[in-house]
C-alpha cells in the first residue's frame, strides 16, 4: 500500500471504518470516503416505505387469535422478569411453579404453545402476583385485550 492511501484511510471519520452497505444482493463493507459518497448519492434516489406499527406484532404479522398471542407474551414478559429479578434458576422457577425446567426453558424463549392464558395467571399468581384483566369497548378499528 501507497503512502497516499495510508493518509486517506488516516484522514476517514471513524464512523466510516468497517461500514457496511445492505442492498438486494446482501451485505457489503464500505471501503472508502469515494464510495460512501457514491453510495449516499445513489441512496437519495432509493425510497423506502415505512409503517408505523399498530403495538400488536402479531397483528403485524397478520397472524391469527394475535390479540391473544401478544397477551400471552405480556405474560410470560412479567415472569421472566420476575424470575430474573429474584435470581431464580430455571430448576427453582420449575420448582416453584410447579413444572419441569424444559417448561420453564420453553416459556423463557417465548415458545408459548403450551401454555394457556389460565396457566400463565396461575405461573403469575405463584410468583406472588395478582393480575388484573380489564373489559372496554373495543377501538373501532381492532380489538384489544390488555393485561396490566
Known amino acids: ?12 471519520p471513524r464512523s466510516c471504518e468497517g461500514a457496511l452497505q445492505i442492498r438486494a ?10 464510495t460512501i459518497t457514491r ?3 445513489f441512496d437519495t434516489r432509493l425510497m423506502i416505505n415505512v409503517t408505523k406499527d399498530s403495538g ?3 397483528r403485524d404479522l397478520g397472524l391469527p387469535d394475535a390479540d391473544l398471542l401478544q397477551a400471552k407474551a405480556d405474560l410470560a414478559h ?4 420476575l424470575i430474573e429479578k429474584r435470581g431464580l434458576t430455571q430448576m427453582q422457577a420449575a420448582d416453584i411453579l410447579g413444572v419441569t425446567q424444559p417448561k420453564i426453558s420453553a416459556l423463557l424463549h417465548g ?8 396457566r400463565l395467571v396461575r405461573f403469575l399468581n405463584a410468583l406472588d402476583q395478582d393480575v388484573k384483566i380489564s ?8 380489538p384489544i385485550i390488555n393485561v396490566a
Open 39 to 41: 453510495l449516499l448519492i
Open 111 to 118: 415458545r408459548l404453545e403450551g401454555f394457556s392464558m389460565d
Open 1 to 12: 500500500m501507497g503512502t497516499a492511501l495510508n493518509r486517506d484511510v488516516e484522514k476517514r
Open 135 to 142: 373489559v372496554r369497548p373495543k377501538a373501532k378499528a381492532r
Open 78 to 81: 412479567q415472569i421472566s422478569v
Open 25 to 34: 444482493g446482501g451485505i457489503q463493507r464500505i471501503e472508502s470516503r469515494e
Open 56 to 58: 400488536n406484532v402479531f
